[in-house]
């Protein structure tokens, strides 16, 4: 792992969580908040982890890891969370590409046709 990397743990819920690699030991992505809302927050990696494995995710292209970072940066504090059009998925991969995707997302949909 290195700063600005797409990085994700599986949930026992089986889904993924995913957040922007910082290279200090920290991880820029959504939290949940002791009042239930999600924002965005630089937390520890064993916060993000809590126990899983981090896995890397790739891209044939992308952006470089100082503007993936200055992209995550910008967000830290935003409540606009939405589990459908900007969950964590969402904001990782735009973070790195500048387009905001979600392959869990389109899983859930193509499921439920």
């Avoid at 292209?61 to 459908?84: K, Q, W």
């Avoid at 998925?89 to 500048?98: F, I, P, Q, R």
Wanted: proline content about 1%; aromatic content about 8%; overall charge positive.
């Amino acid at each position: 792992m290195a700063r600005g990397d797409h990085i994700y743990v599986k949930r026992r819920r089986r889904y993924t969580h995913h957040g922007i690699d910082c290279g200090d030991g920290s991880v820029i992505h959504f939290v949940r908040t002791r009042s239930g809302v999600r924002r965005v927050a630089r937390t520890p990696l064993h916060e993000f982890m809590v126990g899983s494995e981090v896995r890397v995710r790739t891209y044939r292209r992308r952006l470089t890891a100082e503007e993936t970072m200055r992209n995550a940066e910008s967000r830290i504090g935003r409540v606009d969370y939405h589990l459908l059009r900007n969950n964590c998925e969402h904001l990782a991969t735009w973070c790195c590409t500048g387009r905001r995707t979600s392959s869990q997302v389109r899983h859930w949909l193509l499921a439920t046709q």
